[in-house]
């Protein structure tokens, strides 16, 4: 079964505090991981997607890597306007193929001015 | 502007009634998709479509029925066997399930709380 979790369930940083958001995955096969921000009461937004280790993206401030278990969301230099749930879903390339994403709980952040 | 649709935005329901939401796209995707969200849990998957006139059973169907009758619209009916119905509800659309490119791209969502 696929699993995903992600670390920390919360992160608070002050404006200008680079981190970083963890997402470790169990999959037979991985097809791709997806990005997605949600904001409170909203729809998710697609950010990235990553399909093999080593892999990098970037959009603004933010920049996703992976690796064969874990990706990386890292944060620099974050505005109090990237706030938000951060979800880390993978799609496992074996079974039945179709397009099926498991999701992790996702990372509330806050950014403090 | 191309997207995805969802209504009622809130919607409540009574004990023993089905409720119907909708979901539109008018983004020529093939397969469409319904989420469920609890607070602290991630999005659970409770029907999907690849095609028109076909869709499949997700992790949670149990109190569910869709229908697939045109390739714009997925409405989900969240029936009186749904035993602990009050979720935030996502519909989401891809180019195709089967395709490698895969990302989905989701609605705003409804809410449903039952009374």
């Known amino acids: 079964e696929d699993q995903v979790t992600q670390s920390p369930e919360a992160l608070r940083l002050q404006e200008g505090e680079s981190s970083s958001l963890n997402c470790s995955y169990t999959?037979?096969?991985?097809?791709?991981l997806f990005w997605y921000r949600q904001d409170p009461g909203k729809g998710p937004e697609f950010l990235f997607t990553?399909?093999?280790a080593g892999e990098e993206k970037e959009k603004e401030r933010l920049k996703a890597t992976l690796t064969k278990k874990e990706s990386f969301l890292h944060i620099t230099a974050p505005k109090p306007e990237d706030s938000a749930t951060y979800l880390c879903a993978v799609q496992d390339a074996g079974g039945t193929s179709y397009g099926k994403l498991t999701f992790g709980q996702g990372t509330i952040l806050t950014v403090h001015p | 502007d191309g997207g995805i649709t969802q209504s009622p935005k809130y919607l409540f329901r009574k004990e023993g009634q089905n409720v119907t939401l909708s979901c539109e796209q008018n983004?020529?995707?093939?397969?469409m998709y319904w989420y469920r969200q609890d607070p602290g849990q991630g999005l659970r998957l409770i029907y999907y479509?690849?095609?028109?006139?076909?869709?499949q059973k997700g992790d949670i169907a149990e109190g569910y029925s869709v229908s697939r009758e045109k390739k714009e619209s997925f409405p989900l009916t969240v029936t009186s066997a749904q035993k602990n119905p009050t979720a935030f509800y996502l519909c989401?659309?891809?180019?195709?399930?089967?395709?490698?490119?895969?990302?989905?791209?989701f609605g705003p969502g409804t809410r449903l709380t039952v009374l």
């Open positions: 999959v037979s096969g991985l097809r791709g």
């Open positions: 989401a659309s891809s180019i195709s399930g089967w395709s490698l490119y895969n990302e989905q791209f």
């Open positions: 983004l020529n995707h093939d397969a």
């Open positions: 479509s690849q095609i028109v006139n076909d869709f």
């Open positions: 990553l399909y093999s």
